[in-house]
């Protein structure tokens, strides 16, 4: 059985993501090198710093090229997600061109970063699966993606953002599924077996 590989590159909480997916029975290396990725069952990559910082790293071991071809399945978590956009208006970053738009900064009504638990609904993809509608799930940022045709789960804070993407083979959460409790279990659980 080939590997589950999350991307380590520096901006990451790799290991809290690594112990979520063995904790569920599946095999987890952490690796930043492009031969490793394409060679791997599936890939996560987790997101946490700043989208600048964060290119810097992606681009200066390949990564940058190599995540955007890959044709396993693969899960943006958080900046990671926010990463495979086009763009983001954090640090003004171009982004890995996978998601289509922008993300972008919260409304300025609203406390930033949007901390802690919050519902997801309009669930409507197999990441999704088996996730009641209203589930609440913890999230990390000040940045969002607009609801958009490929939006796969919304929640509120100051406007609907996409909670959850889906793209062809490609997957993002805004939210972080390993510190969702079940919930988030249940969102790593349907990615795993896709």
Known sequence: MKPIVIIEYGAGNVYSVAKAVERLGYP????????????A????????????????Q???????LCIPRLRVPVLGICLGMQLM?????EGGTPGLGIFPGRACLFPDEVKVPHIGWNEINHLDSKLM???????RVYFVHSYYVPVRDFTV???EYGCPFSAALGYENFWGCQFHP???GGIGEQVLRNFLEM
């Open 28 to 39: 987890a290396i952490c690796s930043g090198e492009p031969a490793v990725l394409c060679d």
């Open 41 to 56: 069952e599936k890939v996560i990559f987790p997101g946490v710093g700043q989208a600048s910082a964060a290119m810097s």
């Open 58 to 64: 992606l681009k200066a071991s390949g990564l940058d």
């Open 85 to 89: 956009c086009e763009y983001t208006e």
């Open 129 to 135: 699966s088996g996730i009641p509608e209203g589930s």
């Open 153 to 155: 789960a919304v929640c």
């Open 178 to 180: 390993e510190k969702s």
